[in-house]
């Protein structure tokens, strides 16, 4: 991790940037803090970093203003990052079919997704990777927003993410609807009611398949971009409660034993596509994509 820029905005936040191999990112610290804090990596759609950055640093300032350290990556094809031209293509046929009143089908949902979630979940390990050991962080982890399959899959393979917070998405591949039923963590839903780019039903058929325990539903009446502004407060309340009261340290010591106590699988990453092979070994170079 290379930092490239760092300024100090008007309410004890210090925002940087910085490079992890070709990725961007920005991280988000509390000027004040004197012990390492937790962290949220904060999700956003693939509009770029620039595009988004007015509603990124908006969550950074709250998430700062609780305790916490802030960060977001640009996603595979997204800002200044290389064309992705499948995808590119995908969001063509996916928009093709919207205009044309016609069903999305399971292969454009596919195109569009899985090579997204596939690179981007790597990247996002990559990332805690490097901020986890910068001296001002300590963990535990949260995720919020962003598409929803990456926070899904997130969920699953990366055990120092303790609680995760999605905004409802209705365009998810079949395997990752399978892998919601894998996630055990708390999470915080929030869904528009009459968002006009999602299938409600979709949506809360996806919402009873997560396997947590605690799950709680948001919703609130209006369309995408109508979201309230107490909605924001709600999912801070939500990030407040888990990541002030889990025990860190354990969940380090879990993750180091590895799938049922196994110490040798310490510091691997399962690859879904392949269950009990590791994505390190797969290919040494998937931490950067």
């Known amino acids: 991790m290379r930092f490239t820029s760092a300024r100090h905005l008007d309410d004890g936040v210090v925002e940087r940037e910085f490079t992890l191999g070709e990725i961007p990112g920005i991280l988000w610290t509390p000027a004040s803090a004197t012990a390492p804090v937790p962290l949220v990596l904060l999700g956003h759609p693939p509009l770029g970093l620039g595009r988004m950055y007015p509603r990124l640093v908006a969550r950074a300032r709250r998430t700062v203003a609780d305790g916490f350290a802030a960060a977001a ?36 949902i596919d195109a569009l997704i899985l090579p997204l979630v596939d690179k981007a979940v790597p990247e996002s390990q990559a990332a805690l990777d490097a901020l986890l050991s910068l001296p001002e962080i300590g963990g535990p982890v949260g995720y919020s927003g962003g598409v929803i399959s990456v926070g899904i899959r997130l969920a699953v393979v990366e055990p120092r993410i303790v609680a995760a917070g999605f905004f409802a998405g209705s365009f998810v591949p079949r395997v990752i609807f399978e892998q919601a039923r894998k996630v055990t963590i708390p999470l915080h839903v929030l869904l528009q009611w009459d968002d006009e780019g999602n299938d409600r039903q979709a949506a809360l058929k996806l919402f009873d398949a997560f396997g947590s325990k605690e799950k709680t539903l948001h919703a609130n009446m209006g369309g995408h971009t109508g979201v309230p502004w107490y909605a924001g407060e709600g999912a801070a309340e939500f990030f407040a409660r888990h990541l002030r009261q889990c025990d860190f340290q354990e969940t380090l010591a879990v993750s180091r034993r590895g799938p049922g106590g196994d110490p040798n699988a310490a510091g691997r990453r399962l690859d879904p596509a392949r269950p009990g092979q590791s994505m390190d070994s797969v290919d040494g170079r998937s931490a950067l994509g």
């Open 73 to 108: 990556i640009e996603l595979p094809g997204s800002g200044h990052r290389p064309r992705w031209d499948a995808i590119e293509q995908s969001r063509v046929d996916l928009r093709r079919a919207l205009e044309a009143g016609q069903p999305v089908d399971d292969e454009i």
